[in-house]
């Protein structure tokens, strides 16, 4: 079993930024990958963002290319998303997710980020 909590949400005004963190522990898996998603009101959960744990490479949904930067702490057991010049399209609840093989397993509680104009 694997427990992800995940801080750093909040309020913020249009063009500033956030750093959300999300904090693994429990079983320890290899060749992982974690990533991030995103629902927002009235609508689907969707991809933000994941990184591959061993080699750190790293994918992004198209909406926050050159936005939004995911990065790990291996001594920590952690995963960041640094999201600058944030958008009102981008308040939602962000979910943390630690994957093995091409699924995701265990899933974060959910950290609100609301973005305003």
């Known amino acids: 079993q694997v427990q992800l909590v995940e801080s750093g949400g909040g309020l913020v005004q249009t063009g500033g930024s956030l750093r959300l963190s999300c904090a693994a522990s429990g079983r320890t898996f290899s060749n992982i990958h974690m990533g991030w998603f995103r629902q927002a009101p009235g609508k689907e959960r969707e991809f933000v963002a994941q990184?591959?744990?061993?080699?750190?490479?790293?994918n992004y949904a198209d909406s926050v290319k050159g936005r939004f930067t995911i990065s790990r702490d291996n001594a920590k057991n952690t995963v960041y998303l640094q999201m600058n010049s944030l958008k009102p399209e981008d308040t939602a609840v962000y979910y943390c997710a630690y994957g093995l093989g091409s699924s995701y397993v265990y899933w974060g509680q959910g950290t609100q980020v609301t973005v305003i104009a």
């Open positions: 990184i591959t744990w061993s080699s750190g490479n790293a």
